[in-house]
């Protein structure tokens, strides 16, 4: 639930009210008297008799979103018509359509691109399939692909429901990249049919970026691919989030003074996207890490350790520390979380060492309130819109597959990640630079730009040595 009103859950009032009195005036105080925020309003229909005005509103939740409403209809000489929720009206039909970019006027156009022309091109492709890259969509086309299991913060809901966040990563991928994405929702959640199944489609694209898939279910899909297709596997969840945060953590320890490999940091979260981040973190030169789980620190001596928490354990905490979260952040000087809501206060802020870091990037509700970590620490960074220092993964994405595509790479590895997160970094200018600026906007123009162009040149005469390990 948002803490104040939010665009997500905003909404449009259709109501009349007599031309002549009060009532217009007092929509407004009606609205604000009940928490909301009026953000626009629209007299569509005037009359002598009565007016028919839009009241569109911002609310907290969707509770909220009815007590506004509520207030609204006791106004004296309101009549309410119809109240739209304008996330749901954003997607009735779905956010994303196919187009033709060629004109198919008449029969001479159509003859060209279906039948018979089109069989000269399959044939060619026949002789040569790396033509599929120039003569077809394939070399603009990305899969978007899911099994439901793990969507943003509401885990598992399954492929029909993951769909509207899946055309939500297409969008992003036209409106920052220009590269067609195509949502592909998964009703299986078997390592093996993903895997068959990504194999059997990849010949129409000319890269695959996974996305929520729990782990660590993702792990195997994510290498098996790799191993079985001549084009990127990219996911998101683990590499995107990766990216940001190297590239954010890289600014905020330049407003700070300290260098990555001399700084202590504590890690929550050891699934998908903390594994990812501290691979990516310890290949730029982080030395000092320990990571979390739900159980405590990682470490050698735990009886419960999988592949991947062994090859943490393996790689972090050298002095084998073996308490709770709250004790590793103690003294530590940058907190990074990827993890659960409200598992820090400010109290366990207020224990790191000087001009301490704070990455509170679970979404919606950050590990540690936002507002008590900055009582304490230099720079703080979360997930959210509303706060400053957001860390949202279309930072990063749109780019990478901008010059994967470009470059025609076949693999993405662990070099061009440090290059896209080096690139990200460096937008923010040196003027630029503060305790509130540490990460570009996801808007600013030359994001996506300047991340392909890193990844283009790292992916030259490289793009097939596959991911190295930190």
């Known amino acids: 639930m948002a803490t104040v009103p939010s665009v997500s859950y905003s909404i449009t009032v259709r109501l009349e009210v007599p031309a002549g009195g009060k009532a217009v005036s007092q929509l407004t105080h009606a609205v604000e008297s009940a928490g909301g925020v009026v ?77 018979p022309g089109v069989a000269r091109v399959s044939m060619a492709i026949a002789r040569n399939p790396e033509d599929a890259r120039r003569l077809t969509i394939k070399r603009n086309s990305v899969a978007v692909v899911t099994d439901g299991s793990a969507v943003l913060g509401l885990g598992n809901i399954g492929p029909s429901a993951a769909l509207p966040v899946m055309e939500g990563k297409a969008a992003l991928f036209k409106r920052f990249a220009d590269i067609d994405a195509w949502p592909i929702c998964l009703d299986t959640q078997d390592v093996d049919k993903i895997v068959e199944i990504v194999r059997c489609i990849a010949p129409g694209f000319g890269g695959i970026n996974l996305e929520d898939i729990s782990a660590p279910r993702c792990f195997e899909v994510e290498r098996r691919l790799r191993e079985l297709l001549d084009i990127p596997v990219f996911h998101d969840d683990q590499h995107g989030t990766a990216i940001c945060v190297l590239a954010a953590l890289t600014n905020a320890l330049r407003v700070v003074g300290k260098e990555l490999s001399g700084v202590r940091i504590t890690l929550a979260g050891a699934g998908a996207a ?23 620190a990682v470490h050698r001596g735990r009886d419960d350790l999988d592949d991947s928490l062994r090859w943490i354990a393996d790689h972090t905490n050298v002095e084998g520390y073996s308490g709770d979260l709250r004790g590793a952040v103690k003294g530590a000087d940058v907190f990074i979380g990827v993890s659960a809501p409200g598992i820090l206060n400010g ?80 937008v923010v200018t040196d003027e630029e630079l503060g305790p509130n600026y540490i990460i570009p906007s996801v808007f600013h123009p030359d994001v996506a730009g300047a991340v392909a162009a890193a990844v283009r040149e790292s992916a030259g005469g490289r793009a097939r040595t596959g991911m190295t390990e930190a």
Do not use: W
């Open 347 to 426: 109290d366990d802020i207020a224990t790191m060492a000087e001009n301490a870091v704070v990455f509170a990037l679970a979404n919606p509700e950050p590990e540690v309130s936002p507002d008590d970590a900055r009582e304490h620490a230099a720079v703080v960074a979360t997930g959210r819109s509303d706060y400053p220092n957001q860390i949202n993964n279309v930072l990063a994405f749109p780019g990478v597959f901008r010059g994967l595509l470009d470059a025609q790479a076949s693999v993405v590895n662990q070099e061009m990640l440090l290059a896209a997160a080096r690139a990200l970094a460096a």
């Open 39 to 115: 953000t626009a309003l629209d007299v569509t229909t005037a009359g002598h008799e009565t007016l028919r005005i839009d009241v569109t509103c911002a609310a907290r939740d969707t509770d909220h979103a009815q007590a506004i409403v509520d207030k609204l209809d006791v106004v004296e000489g309101v009549v309410i018509h119809k109240v739209s929720d304008r996330t749901f009206l954003m997607h009735l039909g779905g956010k994303i359509e196919m187009k033709s970019k060629v004109p198919l006027r008449n029969r001479d156009e159509l003859s060209m691109a279906y039948t």
């Open 274 to 296: 903390g594994t990812a981040v501290l691979r990516l973190l310890l290949a730029a030169g982080a030395r000092n890490v320990i990571v979390c789980d739900y159980l405590g």
